[in-house]
Structure formats: structure tokens, C-alpha cells
């Protein structure tokens, strides 16, 4: 029994650079969430997927951050022109929609 | 937006000893859980509480969904070494297709052995 997985857990990136993570939830659950978590805080919400569908957007996902899950499987995350203050641990989590969400261990991101 | 307001920040205890922890907000959810999370990882679910009133457990940790359905409580009892981490409660109010959590800030505890 596999839990959710993050690639890469660790990403250090230059300010204006690309980033990609990806996220491979839990095989039967079909609902996937993004947050994200900054040092001292709780994590804040970023977006949700139920399937394929892109159901819920927060205001922190400006338009530089992207998602997608093309295939209701796995996820992905993207930030163009990355900024210092998008360093954080980027957290996601999936459901088979009871409420109970379970997270993975999170891809930490340094952009110097 | 919504907030909660957990409490207390931080807690430094003896091993053996109980604690307490609590959740409020403004708004109401209806659910209420609890994650633990240790440095560098992901949180990890403890108890998910999903009516008003529910007291949960799951071995040294018990829950409580408060009554108004603003609040929630954890406690662990005969705390060991191994419970050093933060806790964190989060509430979802699954309306307009929203299924969002809404976390506190944490409660750091330190058990000291």
C-alpha cells in the first residue's frame, strides 16, 4: 500500500527560473489537492482536482503557477519565473473525497 | 477568509505527561481534523472528526468536534518522546464545491524524557 508521492523533495532554483514537481496520489483516490506551506505557518491551500477537472483555485495561485492532471492520475505543478518569495514547501494531498486528506512528504524549493 | 486560531504555539512537557491542544474559528466546518508533522515531511492525518459532538480516538489521542461545530480539541495522553512534532488542526467546509482545508499555525511540542 503506497502512499502519495512527491518528485523532486528537494528543488534549489535561480530567481526567473522554471520549476516543475510532480505528485503520484494514492491509486484509488480520485480527488488531488495542492497547497502549500511557508516556515511557522499551516499550509494554505493552493488548488484542487477531482479527476481530470481543475475544480477550485485559490488567489495565491497567480498566473504564474500552473496545474494540471491530464489523465485524473498523477499531477503536476508548475511555477514560471520563479521569485525568492516562492520558496516553500509545496505539499500535496489526495482523497477519495470522505474528507480525510492524505498529504506526501512535500518538495522543498530554494529559489536563491 | 477564514481563520483558525489554534493554541497553544508551543508546549514544552515531561514524558508521561497529558496535553491538551485546542481549534477555534469564526466560521463553521463540518469536519475537523488532526495532522502531526515533523521536520521536512508531509503532515500526517491523526483523527478526522465529522459531527458536532464527536469524541474519536485512536490510541493515546482523543479528539472532540465541538458542539457549535467552531471548535476542537486534541489530547495525548502519557506523552513519549516519540510525540515531539507540530500538530495541526485543519477544518474543511465542503460548500459551492469546495473542498478545501483551512489549517491553523500549529502547536510545536517538546517532550522532554
Known amino acids: 500500500d503506497t502512499g502519495v508521492s512527491q518528485n523532486p523533495r528537494h528543488k534549489i532554483t535561480k530567481r526567473g527560473q522554471n520549476v516543475t514537481f510532480r505528485c503520484d496520489p494514492i491509486?484509488?483516490?480520485?480527488?488531488l489537492y495542492w497547497y502549500r506551506q511557508t516556515l511557522g505557518q499551516g499550509p494554505e491551500f493552493l488548488t484542487y482536482?477531482?479527476?481530470?477537472?481543475?475544480?477550485?483555485k485559490s488567489r495565491l495561485l497567480s498566473d504564474r503557477f500552473s496545474a494540471e492532471r491530464p489523465k485524473g492520475s498523477f499531477s503536476t505543478l508548475e511555477i514560471q519565473r520563479t521569485e525568492q518569495g516562492d520558496s516553500a514547501m509545496y505539499l500535496c494531498?489526495?482523497?477519495?473525497?470522505?474528507?480525510?486528506?492524505?498529504f506526501g512528504p512535500g518538495t522543498r524549493l530554494t529559489v536563491l | 477568509g477564514q481563520q483558525l486560531n489554534q493554541s497553544p504555539q508551543s508546549m514544552f512537557i515531561q514524558e508521561g505527561e497529558d496535553v491538551s491542544m485546542n481549534c477555534t474559528s469564526s466560521?463553521?466546518?463540518?469536519?475537523w481534523l488532526w495532522y502531526k508533522q515533523d521536520p521536512g515531511e508531509g503532515p500526517v492525518l491523526l483523527i478526522a472528526?465529522?459531527?458536532?459532538?464527536e469524541l474519536t480516538s485512536n490510541g493515546r489521542l482523543t479528539a472532540q468536534f465541538g458542539i457549535t461545530r467552531k471548535d476542537s480539541f486534541l489530547n495525548i495522553s502519557a506523552s513519549i518522546p516519540s510525540d515531539v512534532g507540530i500538530y495541526f488542526c485543519?477544518?474543511?467546509?465542503?460548500?459551492?464545491?469546495?473542498?478545501?482545508?483551512?489549517f491553523g499555525k500549529g502547536t510545536k511540542l517538546t517532550v522532554n524524557p
Open positions: 494531498a489526495s482523497s477519495s473525497g470522505q474528507g480525510e486528506q492524505f
Open positions: 491509486s484509488e483516490h480520485n480527488r
Open positions: 482536482f477531482q479527476n481530470e477537472a481543475q475544480l477550485e
Open positions: 466560521s463553521i466546518f463540518n469536519t
Open positions: 472528526l465529522y459531527k458536532a459532538g
Open positions: 485543519a477544518g474543511q467546509l465542503v460548500q459551492g464545491g469546495s473542498e478545501k482545508l483551512v
